[in-house]
């Protein structure tokens, strides 16, 4: 679950995280009185969505030297730059053309930056550890880094959760690599416990500061955070739950949420309905091996009736792009005859045009294509995986 840039502060610097001090506004007619808890000027406005490179993009319609992170110098600029960002579509290399609306706007004080760091945790699924990333080559150029020198990022993997025993020596040796003095050495060793601290008991997936700064009197700074926390964990983090925008959520990804099933758009024209994360990776890829490519990745869960059919339906066509469906499915507790007659069902309800192929495995998979194939409906049951694609696909370019 992603959060904005304004509530990763707050929750820093609830763990006494050195960020500069900032407040949120949701409509351009503020009052100035709204400022007096900040100095300056000057200020950074900051448009807040869930996308990165806010500060390289631009609003739609309006000069594009000008992003989503501005620094004004009075307060009649201020006025005038946060109007032009409320309610306008921004749009970054991560929006994509169609940009995000920005509906919230930080302001923080300004911060004379002297040099520029780099720093991440996240999990390092390979060896499935906590990896500390750091660089001294931050800001909006570190993605060019990392694929033009690589070297210049360095990492460091958690070995222990005794965070303030056993790596101190280790954290020491990377502030040395970072050419830090000795009290900004002591400086980043304290910051990077407090993150990990907040990785380990709110369940993030990723921290990123970028950049952490050295201020104009030697300080290090969290001058702009990112904090992804782990969908399987909120479970147990409900004050975490509480700061989710569903504004800024995919609408056919929210939908699929809210029905307890997983949806992901991608870029092709094929429509995968599948009960099973694994069967939808595999059914996937035996798309692309057909030379198509799949338009979602989407997993009913564990049942697969008709009320799940439907939604599953109405979250494939929203995707404009979306010409066949391909649904596979295993049964398991659940007949694949029921499972077919709730599809049937499903596709009546909503008048459902697109050719859709099926294919079953499981128990009653014959009789399962039985039901689909004397349904008199647009619908084709395939014996196996490698014909239900090769039908998807053809069915796709007609």
């Not at 009052?31 to 300056?40: A, D, P, R, V």
């Not at 000027?41 to 992170?69: C, E, L, N």
């Not at 995919?250 to 949420?257: C, F, I, K, Q, V």
């Amino acid at each position: 679950m992603n959060i904005h840039e304004y509530q990763a502060k707050e929750i820093l610097r609830s763990f006494d995280l050195p960020v500069p001090k900032g407040i949120t506004i949701t409509n351009d007619k503020f009052k100035i009185n709204h400022l007096h808890t900040l100095s300056g000027p000057p200020w950074v406005i900051k448009s807040q969505i869930h996308a990165g490179g806010r500060g390289a993009g631009y609003f739609t319609g309006q000069d594009q030297s000008k992003g989503g992170v501005r620094i004004v110098n009075n307060i009649d600029e201020l006025r005038a730059e946060v109007q032009s960002m409320l309610g306008n579509t921004l749009v970054t290399k991560q929006t994509g053309p169609q940009g995000k609306v920005v509906n919230k706007i930080y302001i923080e004080e300004g911060c004379v930056v002297e040099k520029e760091f780099y720093l991440s945790i996240l999990i390092d699924r390979k060896v499935s550890k906590i990896m500390l990333m750091v660089s001294e080559s931050g800001g909006v150029n570190i993605e060019k880094v990392a694929i033009q020198n690589p070297k210049k990022i360095l990492t460091y993997h958690i070995e222990d959760f005794d965070f303030n025993k056993n790596i101190k020596n280790d954290l020491l040796l990377l502030a040395q690599k970072l050419s830090f003095n000795l009290e900004q050495q002591k400086e980043f060793i304290i910051i990077v416990k407090k993150l990990l601290k907040v990785f380990v008991t709110l369940d993030a997936s990723t921290i990123e500061i970028n950049p952490l700064v050295l201020n104009k009197e030697g300080s290090l700074f969290l001058l702009d955070a990112k904090i992804v926390f782990d969908d399987n964990a909120l479970f147990r983090q409900p004050e975490i739950i509480k700061l989710k925008d569903e504004s800024e959520e995919d609408p056919a990804e929210l939908l699929a949420s809210k029905n307890h099933m997983n949806y992901v758009k991608l870029t092709g024209n094929i429509g995968c309905m599948v009960n099973g994360a694994g069967l939808a990776m595999a059914t996937m890829d035996i798309i692309k091996k057909f030379g198509s490519e799949p338009a979602n990745f989407l997993d009913l869960g564990g049942t697969a009736d008709k009320a799940r059919a439907i939604e599953g339906f109405k979250i494939i066509l929203s995707d404009p792009n979306v010409r066949a469906i391909l649904i596979n499915i295993f049964g398991g507790i659940i007949r694949c005859d029921m499972i077919a007659e709730g599809i049937i069902s499903a596709a009546k309800e909503i008048n459902l045009e697109l050719p859709v192929v099926v294919r079953f495995q499981g128990t009653n998979a014959q009789e399962g294509r039985d039901v689909i194939n004397s349904s008199k409906l647009n619908i084709i049951a395939a014996g196996t995986l490698n014909d239900a694609a090769e039908k998807a696909v053809e069915a796709s370019l007609k």
